[in-house]
């Protein structure tokens, strides 16, 4: 018997219809390389550090570990004998030789940093608000003011409850503009695939609108009036400082003044003390005011579908590179409740969207520009992807290293294609 399903379609932000540039990866394509697996893990405790950046020395190309701790990165051959750097806030960075990593299996243990109290008042400002203040003035200093060119792995996931319902992945293009312009950031898609399984929907079909886009607008130096419109409505203050990549890093806990019929945000900055640039945001949406959060979330649903978020968490990374600071990963976690009207029982869903630059390109060659494969901010991922039947899809291109659930559901989507 046919069941009919609808269709929720969730945003993170308003968008608007933007051309977007398209880089040449077919170079990229033919590279020979070389693929390394590793776990990352914090000596102390044995623990996976999640969220540590990956990055081969004295170039571009990085990636980031899962939420196992784990990772994969895929190095050109001219670079064998090169250096991995390998960094998390609260860390001591290290350096590992790729002659010293076997091809797979590989742990790498991170030493805890130790704050010195003596650097801690190096050049802080007198209160958490005027650092804040502080960052986004220095924007033009401490972020490059040309355009950059960036090759991304993106992956959106749905799950309802702790089964994966839905699976897209995509490699993208960005032409990121200066932070200190009102630009928009450009996307073009280069390869993507997906797969749904409907059964898992309980006759729901959930969609995510914007795809990368979501995770781009999380740059919050960029698009600072998406969360931080008016300094003056948060509250600041200092929270015990850190360490990344050996430099000292200041922490400000942040949380916007309640007002009615306002997205209030509160969570963490962490600000580089030498520089004053952002390294790190993780932040939260107050999800109390339910019927509201629901309809900045909700486009569209059906009259006798009630759907409403019990969290949304949001996390931006910055990586530095010879005094210059760049997007490097960002990602959006929801969790909400979906009950239909006269029902008894709610059904559970997550929503997540992430994305990884693996490479920065400074320079552009004409034929770069290619308006086929241009994308929009309103795009639905898992309506244009492909499927999942090609194992070797991603080819040179580097990817964010799939968790335990999402590997086992790509292994039984590969399954029942061959099937």
């Known amino acids: 018997m046919f069941t009919k399903k609808y269709s929720i379609i969730l945003t993170l932000f308003i968008f608007i219809i933007v051309p977007v540039l398209h880089l040449n990866a077919q170079e990229q394509e033919e590279q020979n390389y070389t693929a390394y697996q590793a776990k990352v893990l914090s000596k102390e405790n044995n623990e996976v550090l999640v969220f540590a950046a990956i990055q081969l020395e004295n170039t571009n190309i990085s990636t980031i570990t899962n939420s196992d701790g784990e990772f994969r990165i895929k190095i050109p051959v001219k670079y064998q004998n090169s250096n991995l750097i390998i960094s998390m806030l609260g860390y001591e960075t290290k350096k590992v030789k790729l002659t010293d990593l076997n091809r797979k299996k590989n742990k790498i243990y991170l030493d805890i940093s130790v704050v010195k109290l003596s650097e801690i008042v190096y050049n802080i400002p007198k209160t958490a608000k005027d650092l804040v203040v502080e960052m986004f003035k220095k924007r033009h200093m401490n972020y490059t003011e040309e355009p950059i060119f960036m090759t991304a792995f993106y992956r959106e996931t749905i799950k309802n409850r702790n089964r994966n319902a839905s699976l897209s992945e995509a490699v993208v293009n960005i032409l990121k503009q200066p932070k200190t312009n009102n630009k928009r950031d450009k996307i073009s898609l280069y390869k993507s695939r997906k797969n749904t399984d409907y059964s898992r929907l309980d006759t729901i079909a959930l969609k995510l609108q914007g795809g990368p886009f979501n995770a781009l607008y999380l740059d919050v130096l960029k698009y600072q009036d998406y969360v931080f419109t008016e300094i003056d409505t948060y509250d600041f203050s200092f929270a015990p400082s850190t360490q990344i990549n050996d430099r000292m890093v200041y922490v400000v806990n942040f ?123 309103n795009i639905i991922i898992s309506d244009e992807a492909s499927g999942f039947s090609d194992p070797e899809f991603w080819g040179p291109y580097n990817v964010i290293e799939p968790d335990k659930s999402i590997e086992t559901a790509i292994r039984k989507i590969q399954k029942k294609l061959v099937e």
């Open 255 to 377: 949380k916007r003044k309640p007002e009615d019929e306002v997205i209030i945000y509160f969570g963490k900055l962490y600000i580089d003390a030498y520089s004053h640039a952002l390294v790190s945001a993780v932040y939260n949406m107050d999800v109390s005011n339910k019927e509201y959060v629901s309809r900045v979330f909700v486009k569209k649903k059906p009259k006798d579908i009630f759907v409403y978020p019990t969290s949304v968490s949001y996390r931006v990374d910055y990586r530095e590179k010879d005094n210059k600071w760049y997007y490097g990963y960002s990602s959006a976690q929801l969790a909400f409740k979906v009950k239909r009207k006269n029902k008894l029982f709610n059904a559970k869903y997550s929503v997540s969207s992430e994305m990884a630059i693996t490479n920065r390109h400074l320079k552009m060659n004409k034929n770069d520009l290619n308006r086929k494969f241009l994308i929009k901010p």
